[in-house]
């Protein structure tokens, strides 16, 4: 981390939209044109004299609306009274005409109008939950730089979330398509992030994005979820010049190292290891322990929603190594019957399990590892989520499993040319 930056990490100082300064001046503007009438101030067509609070509030109000109300010239009552109504007559309109254009521009104004500005930004393709990590990440660096977050769907659930705190310019579209891209003014970016959860469109994105930009070679990342897709992709043309991560495997590698394996050298025996859920997580998980922890676990019981075929997929790309065997487990981690299975596997090895409960709903892996924890109080257990959660860490304290976030272990395992500092030269 920047020694230099003061933010902590993950929290970004807030900047305000041009939308709450305009609010702010209309408010002063408003109340100066109270204020000026409530002093005594009277207009030359309006008869202000007996009018109550309520009447000057509305006339205030009206002083805004553009060919509205004709009030006159304000005349009489002290001077710095006629001075804050004369300023409301000038200044109220100029906010309403703003708004208005404003509002007009983004109605109207093609999508390169809107973007022509750009130099020197970092582009970020998708809105989800990793795209989030990487920016509060930069943003605790960098709280200058300008982030244009391209995403595909304007009812994601992030998109308020990233505006309000992360002051973001957002693109609606397909960061593939030409147009899109001609807008984000690719050549002149600084990076690029394709953080998208469809791997094959960063990866389309990315070969498009360096025909129109070579000068980005090793300046764009590529997020590709599907571990044996990455690896089979890994000798392309456009992987060799841009980053490609799993960010499983970030988090999958770290969890081997600094837990599993450290389990592992503390016990006399082989431990059976449960992986209640085989997504690209469950994955990824197992792929690592074969890399860094041969020969020290035992057998591997595989439970999921659809645990033979992630198997299948698994023994295609990247494979099961030799020296343990395999209980391979459909059904659903909560359903009794499949805890049941999951019990006869465990008693037939005769020694406490280590459980990695990783499926893609944190609410079921914390539920499962509570019901893990209670049947088999020694078992060694961690439950998955992706971001801190004080709840899950309070339950996990007093349950005593280990709760384990992908989140930070992603942030972590982003290197430091992900975030770059010196300004690239201008295209």
């Not at 979330?161 to 973001?168: C, D, K, Q, S, V």
């Not at 129109?212 to 090793?218: G, S, T």
Request: aromatic share 8%.
């Amino acid at each position: 981390m920047d020694s230099s930056n003061t933010t902590p990490p993950g929290i970004s100082r807030f900047r305000p939209a041009p939308g709450i300064w305009r609010g702010a001046a209309f408010l002063a503007v408003y109340l100066s044109g109270l204020v000026g009438m409530l002093l005594g101030v009277e207009v030359s067509e309006r008869d202000l004299a007996g009018s109550g609070v309520a009447t000057k509030a509305y006339y205030a109000l009206g002083l805004f609306v553009v060919g509205g109300l004709d009030l006159g010239v304000p005349q009489g009552g002290p001077l710095i009274g006629r001075i804050m109504l004369w300023a409301s007559y000038f200044l109220a309109p100029l906010i309403t005409v703003s708004a208005l254009v404003e509002a007009t521009l983004r109605i109207i104004a093609p999508l390169g109008l809107r973007t022509w500005r750009l130099r020197d930004h970092i582009i970020v393709a998708g809105a989800g939950r990793l795209s989030l990590v990487y920016i509060e990440r930069l943003r605790a660096r960098d709280m200058k730089c300008d982030i244009v977050v391209v995403e595909r769907n304007p009812a994601h659930p992030l998109i308020s979330e990233l505006r309000r705190a992360h002051r973001i310019v957002f693109i609606m579209g397909d960061i593939t398509r030409d147009e899109v891209l001609e807008s984000l003014r690719v050549e002149r970016a600084r990076q690029v992030m394709l953080l998208t959860g469809d791997d094959f469109a960063n990866l389309d994105a990315a070969a498009k994005i360096l025909e129109r930009a070579p000068d980005l070679k090793h300046h764009i990342v590529a997020h590709v979820s599907n571990l044996a897709f990455m690896k089979s992709v890994a000798d392309s043309s456009v992987a060799g010049v841009c980053d490609t991560f799993n960010g499983h495997e970030f988090a999958a590698v770290h969890l081997v190292k600094d837990q599993l394996l450290t389990r592992f050298e503390s016990t006399p025996h082989k431990d059976l290891v449960v992986l209640a859920g085989f997504g690209r997580f469950g994955r990824t998980v197992l792929h690592q322990l074969q890399l860094h922890a041969s020969g020290r676990f035992g057998d591997v019981v595989i439970v999921d929603l659809d645990a033979t075929k992630g198997a299948r997929q698994f023994e295609e790309q990247p494979g099961f190594a030799e020296g343990y065997e395999r209980a391979i487990i459909d059904g659903d981690i909560l359903d009794p019957l499949v805890r049941q299975q999951i019990g006869t596997v465990i008693d037939r090895h005769g020694h406490d399990p280590v459980i990695v409960v990783g499926s893609g709903d944190d609410g079921t892996n914390l539920h499962a590892a509570l019901t893990f924890e209670k049947q088999y109080p020694g078992a060694y257990i961690i439950a998955r989520s992706f971001r801190p959660s004080s709840f899950t860490t309070e339950v996990a304290r007093e349950a005593g499993f280990i709760p384990f976030n992908l989140a930070e272990l992603i942030a972590e395992g982003m290197p430091e040319a992900w975030f770059p500092a010196a300004r690239r030269a201008v295209r």
